[in-house]
């Protein structure tokens, strides 16, 4: 899947001017600048699947917007036949979490957790695109770019203190790490050298 038709995806099943579909196009954006300067740097990385995936991470809240998105968005990119694309919309949000783990936290039920079973789905599976449109989502807020603290601060004080959201930051900040050897520097740092790239 190329750009044009990952864009496309985003106009089937949202309005042009929804806010979801802006944050996907910033995701987009950051991930291929990240994965841009990943490449030059020698390490070998498909960019525009990076983008793609950036762009495809949060379709889900087209249809909700709860943690459940992450099941809607990869369903929706089954339905069109790009499951393995889709992969991102639920591993974003599972960030090294199994499955079942997942459904104790609501991101999916058990009964859609048994049945995914068996599924190219495994979160200690990720390839390094997939990474680093993980980690664009976690440095893009509603006003653009964002420290990875910034950014969980804020999902903590619009979402409450929810024990997962530490965990969920304490696993990002180790996927920056990884990330960081990659680009020689800390990837905010890396994109906040770019800022007219994000849109």
Same mark, same amino acid.
Request: proline residues 3%.
């Given at each position: 899947? &190329? ?26 954006? !950051? /991930? ?10 020698? &390490? ?24 459940? +998105? ?6 929706? !990119? ?5 499951? &393995? ?28 957790? /048994? ?38 601060? &804020? ?8 024990? +997962? +959201? ?23 740092? !890396?994109?906040?050298? +770019? ?5």
């Amino acid at each position: 899947m &190329n750009r044009e038709q990952a864009l496309a995806i985003l106009d089937k099943y949202g309005p042009a001017d929804a806010s979801w579909r802006a944050h996907c196009l910033q995701v987009g954006a !950051a /991930a291929r600048r990240l994965a841009q300067l990943i490449a030059q740097r020698g &390490n070998s990385v498909d960019v525009d699947k990076a983008e793609v995936l950036g762009l495809l991470h949060d379709l889900g809240r087209s249809q909700e917007h709860s943690l459940r +998105h992450g099941i809607e968005g990869y369903l929706l !990119a089954w339905s069109e036949g790009h499951a &393995n694309l889709g992969r991102i919309c639920l591993l974003h949000l599972l960030k090294g979490r199994t499955l079942e783990e997942g459904a104790a936290l609501g991101i999916l039920t058990e009964e859609e957790s /048994a049945q995914l079973e068996g599924e190219d789905l495994d979160p200690q599976s990720l390839c390094l695109e997939e990474k680093v449109a993980i980690l664009a989502d976690a440095m893009m807020s509603d006003t653009g770019l964002a420290a990875i603290e910034e950014k969980y601060a &804020n999902a903590r004080r619009r979402y409450g203190g929810q024990p +997962h +959201h530490y965990e969920d930051e304490a696993w990002v900040k180790k996927l920056a790490d990884e990330i960081s050897q990659l680009l020689g520097q800390h990837p905010y740092d !890396a994109l906040r050298e +770019h800022p007219d790239d994000l849109l």
